[in-house]
């Protein structure tokens, strides 16, 4: 299988738009409320936008209220990694797709049941197929 995660730079630059690249490879924040998914309700699958790879469902998508996509659960297990995230002095936890390594958001302990996980994600990192409603 094709190593999406050692690609360069150069290689996102061509398949990104500037946005994307922004969030994906420069692990930037869309503006809350700007995502075209925040109030996305339709049945389907959440893939990666650099890379297609599957990352959540329609079915563990809730309304967080933070103006930015959120899920309480993955699609399935690994299809996400985490890392802790110092930056802008919090401590967080950034969410990467598993596939490529592309920056999708971080992940907080205060979601919905079952999980008690709230997946906090760019909708810009995502490319939803299936109901759009
Ligand atoms: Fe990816």
Redesign the pocket.
Known sequence: MED?KNKPESYWKERLTPEQFRI?RMRGTERPFSGEYVTQKGDGVY???????P?FSSDTKFESGTGWPSFYDVIEQGSVETKTDLSHLMVRTEV???????H?GHVFDDGPNPTGQRYCINSV?LKFEGDEK
Do not use: E
């Open positions: 999406m994906t893939r990666c936008v650099a890379c297609d790879h990352l990467l797709c598993a596939n490529c390594g592309a999708l990192a």
